[in-house]
């Protein structure tokens, strides 16, 4: 599909960025709702992250995805956040206000749940969750479960003073069990979730006797390179219901896409075969 010189425009900033499926993914949409504009990825450096934030709206951006190492300046540079935002601590998704203002929010928690809700409705809600890692996915994870009612989450993590600190952000609903405790964790749970980078392709594996969790629990890696995760090909053995982690960065995109573009697009099975293709290349 041609732009023309009205051509809507947003992007994607990180360093480096060539890794991003967001342009891909965006494209994608782009094209399959007949919208006349372009998203664009834009590797900037650190040192000029401040300058590009002052620049973009002057060049007719309507807003940007944020990913590494950019995502605390830009919750820093951003003039409004959101509660998701502010509850993450980073911020992923910048629009450009009509007064010209910056609001930045974080949609990686809305793509993880959304991506659970669509993948296992029926997922045990009213039992208590365990998360495994303490990074910026595990922040955006334990907000949205906590938001869904979730009534407990049980966080470990290789480092517990990692886990202590980011338990303390969100109040006595996370209880902190250390790493050599994370399989009797699991008794009575009704998700896990792998926030980790343990079993991704180049990193060591995840040791973890999913034995211990229920018949009707889910699994959940965020990983998605590889795409089935030693993790969730255990889980798979065992008769689990297991979701894994590229619906979330699909169901992410969904929230920057809408207030850029104006749709509220879709994220369906010729769009994931689609980012497969990529991920496989």
Excluded at 16 to 34: D, E, M, N, T, V
Excluded at 46 to 72: C, I, S, Y
Excluded at 127 to 155: N, Q, W, Y
Excluded at 191 to 199: E, H, K, Q
Aim: charged share 20%.
């Amino acid at each position: 599909m041609m732009i023309s010189g009205a051509a809507r425009l947003a992007g994607v900033i990180g360093w480096p960025i060539a890794h991003s499926r967001s342009p891909r993914i965006h494209g994608y949409w782009l094209q399959q709702y007949g919208i006349d504009g372009a998203y664009i990825p834009l590797a900037i450096d650190p040192q000029d992250v401040d300058e590009m934030f002052r620049a973009l709206p002057k060049l007719g951006f309507r807003g940007w995805n944020v990913t590494l190492p950019h995502k605390e300046a830009a919750f820093r540079l951003v003039h409004v956040r959101s509660e998701a935002a502010e509850e993450i601590g980073a911020v992923n998704t910048v629009t450009v206000q009509p007064d010209g203002t910056l609001h930045g929010d974080n949609s990686d928690g809305f793509g993880f749940l959304a991506h659970l809700e669509q993948s296992a409705p029926a997922w045990p809600k009213d039992r208590a969750a365990v998360v495994l890692g303490a990074g910026g996915s595990a922040r955006a994870v334990c907000s949205a479960l906590l938001h869904s009612g979730v009534p407990s989450l049980r966080l470990t993590n290789r480092t517990r003073e990692r886990a202590d600190a980011l338990a303390a952000a969100f109040g006595s609903k996370i209880e902190v069990v250390d790493w050599l405790e994370r399989d009797a964790a699991l008794a009575g749970a009704g998700l896990l979730v792998n926030t980790t980078s343990l079993g991704m392709t180049n990193q060591s594996p995840l040791e973890i006797d999913l034995g211990v969790l229920p018949g009707d629990a889910v699994v959940y890696d965020i990983v998605y390179v590889p795409l089935e995760t030693p993790l969730l090909a255990d889980a798979r053995k065992g008769g689990l219901c297991c979701v894994d982690g590229l619906g979330m960065l699909l169901h992410q995109a969904r929230p920057g896409f809408q207030r850029w573009f104006g749709v509220d697009a879709e994220v369906t099975p010729e769009l994931r075969a689609s980012i497969v293709r990529d991920l496989v290349a």
